[in-house]
């Protein structure tokens, strides 16, 4: 059989399904490439919200972008054509036009070769905003992924949601059914969003526990992600944990800060092992608690366009500080880490950083879709790029793990009091 047959063939076979056309997919290559954005200016950790259809990128136009580029031509055109028309004959089942469109768009961002550069659905989109929020509407509960049963787990509640008000549901739980619906085998992300909904509104979700199967009919409410956990230790020492830096994080961490001068702080743990990064407007807000007048991080993109973000250092902390760090402080935790040892106003304990100096720009589009681009370096206050290099803490401590798991000994906190208690004295 040759080309032509192949083709004719696919093309009749195509005629009878009522799906999206290859000439709609092509439609929404060039809107996707081509057509204008709207939204809101937010900055976010290495995670940076630009609308384009006002301000351009870096100062670009749109219709610039677009100048003089050969991307999409006729050959290419074709290719796309004839990619389409050979998996709608060959492939041994059926393909939704739709996964196909949202595969052109994501291995199109997946070409560059970065890891954080890539492509949201709008329902992927709509999910990561809420996440940056830091809050969500759904049951309380964190959820994971058991891939030898096939079913997700309940890991761990959230205070003030319905699922630990209940008073039915354990840790370990799975969940077999969401209103009535099989769930075995879909990922986490789709059980996830079945859960999630609309504040005021109900699930039924069928668990199955020890004691077998049940079902639990629960509210859904906003509720919001505890970033920052602190308390009281010896001798006027205060521990603040940031796990990440989304919306609220900044009135949690001023209200734990707040309540630790109260109490006639003399030291302060900030521990930022295993934060992630998140909001870089939140980050700045944090440091700007306790640096002293300055620098605080800049940005500089290729066409050497800098931002820079300062403090007016009115709330300068006056009290020893140490900072924990380990191999997953990452971003905006090295932002804090990195302006915090410039300055010298804190000490650095624990092991090095991930070594994220770069910056990423989430770009919306009028379908709900967005992508997320790296789009610049960031520098610390001293002019430091710690990209794929990390900050190297000034006390080295290995965090011992056999101490932890024999019996919760946190071996680099301890290090950390015991140095502050030093300071104090």
């Given amino acids: 059989m040759d080309n032509n047959q192949i083709n004719n063939q696919a093309v009749a076979e195509n005629k009878k399904k009522k799906k999206r056309t290859v000439k709609n997919i092509i439609i929404n290559i060039l809107l996707f490439i081509l057509g204008s954005i709207s939204g809101t200016v937010v900055t976010l950790l290495f995670i940076t919200l630009i609308v384009v259809l006002v301000l351009g990128v870096n100062g670009q136009k749109l219709e610039e972008l677009s100048k003089d580029s050969d991307f999409l031509n006729k050959s290419s055109l074709t290719k796309i054509d004839e990619l389409y028309r050979t998996i709608n004959y060959f492939y041994y089942e059926d393909v939704d036009d739709e996964d196909l469109e949202d595969g052109l768009y994501q291995g199109l961002m997946s070409a560059v070769g970065d890891p954080y550069t890539c492509y949201y659905t709008p329902e992927e989109y709509k999910e990561m905003t809420s ?20 079913y997700a787990t ?34 986490l992300n789709e059980v996830v969003s079945m859960v999630r909904g609309p504040e005021g509104t109900f699930v039924k979700i069928t668990f199955e526990g020890t004691d077998g199967k049940y079902d639990v009919t629960l509210e859904r409410r906003v509720i919001d992600t505890p970033t920052v956990k602190s308390e009281a230790k010896e001798n006027g020492i205060w521990y603040i944990q940031i796990t990440e830096f989304d919306a609220i994080t900044t009135s949690q961490f001023h ?33 700007e608690e306790i640096l002293p007048q300055g620098l605080i991080v800049y940005t500089e993109d290729k066409y050497g366009k800098r931002i820079e973000y300062t403090s007016d250092g009115k709330n300068e902390l006056k009290v020893p500080l140490v900072v ?51 789009t610049s370096k960031y520098y610390t206050p001293n002019g430091n790029n710690i990209h794929k290099i990390g900050i190297e803490p000034d006390e080295v401590v290995e965090f011992d793990s056999d101490k932890y798991l024999e019996d919760e000994t946190d071996n680099q906190l301890e290090y950390a009091i015991d140095y502050l208690k030093k300071k104090i004295n």
Avoid: H
Wanted: proline share 1%; glycine share 16%.
């Fill in 255 to 287: 209200e734990a800060l707040t309540e630790a001068k109260e109490d006639d702080m003399k030291g302060l743990i900030i521990d930022l092992r295993g934060n992630p990064g998140g909001n870089l407007d939140v980050v700045v807000d944090i440091c």
């Fill in 154 to 187: 309940i890991e761990n509640f959230i205070e003030g949601g319905s699922a630990q008000e209940c008073g039915k549901i354990s840790v370990g739980d799975y969940i077999v059914a969401v209103d009535d619906q099989e769930v075995y085998g879909m990922t």
């Fill in 131 to 150: 996440d940056w929020q830091g809050n969500y509407e759904g049951i309380g509960a964190y959820l994971k992924m058991d891939t030898d049963v096939g």
């Fill in 324 to 374: 924990l760090v380990d191999g997953s402080s990452a971003s905006a935790s090295e932002i804090m880490a990195g302006a915090v040892k410039d300055y010298g106003i804190g000490t650095l304990i624990g092991t090095k950083t991930y070594g994220k100096g770069i910056v990423q720009s989430i770009i919306p589009f009028q379908d709900g879709s967005a992508v997320k681009i790296t």
